[in-house]
């Protein structure tokens, strides 16, 4: 939040998403407090902070899932949010196909045997652009990780959101599905689209993006990974002691100890 934003009613159009000094408690517990934040159209953020922190809270308080119980939260008008959840969360029991997922997300949230020839075009060719158009007739228990968390995008991608919000893309998909994810949110964050995700991989997707937001309860740093990924901004937001190596121009966060010990810490401290 910049001092000339402040006080004014109307967002400017490029802003999506306005906090300001939003407190969010469950019972008596605050999940997070005095967030101040504002959320772009260019942006293209990755939240990070240990389990608890308040990274899936801050999502639900951009979607108006939660509201805060102290502070605001300043939407931009008519502003369509795509959220694609984190994969642990969802009742697989529900008996869907991928073209069914894919289609209640449509406005019209008609289902398959009722949707338009309009929106099915829309669905496939969405699924097409993810690599898995020849799914849609699986249920989407018969998936893999990677495959379920494309058709969780896909669907999100339905409503032509103008904010994507996702939580733990990265959890139980393997690297080169990693790698295409981060390319496909590059080209759509490239064509206007905002974008906030949660991670607790530093190392294999948070250095890679433009920007991060180190949260644990209170926004402990954000910026540029380089910016924003030093020893003293992890401990806050961790507290456990990491250090981060650079080499050739890339970012690798690693134990205080020694570099093999990072990938433990570092999940054992952040995992979700
Ligand atoms: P993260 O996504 O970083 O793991 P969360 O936003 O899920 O963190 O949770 C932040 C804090 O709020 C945690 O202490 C968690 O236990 C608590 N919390 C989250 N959701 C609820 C809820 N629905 N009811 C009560 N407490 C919650
Ligand atoms: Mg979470």
Known sequence: ?????RGRSEARPDELVTLERATCTYGTQPALVDINLVVHSHDYIGVVGPSGSG???LLRLLTGGVAPSSGSVRRAKDLTIGYVPQLETVDWHFPVTVNEVVLMASPTRRMVPWASRRERAAAAELLERLGIGDLGARHILELSGGQQ?????ARALMRRPRLLLLDEPASGVDAPTRHELLHLLHDLNLSGMGIVLTTHD???????LPQLICLNREVIARGAPIDVLRR?????????PLDVLEHAGMLLVVDAHGATATQRRVETASRN
């Open 55 to 57: 990274k899936t809270t």
């Open 202 to 208: 530093l190392n294999g997707l948070a250095t890679h």
């Open 1 to 5: 939040m910049t001092p000339s934003t």
């Open 149 to 153: 968390q494309r058709v969780f995008v």
């Open 232 to 240: 003293d901004v992890l401990e806050r937001t961790y507290g456990a």
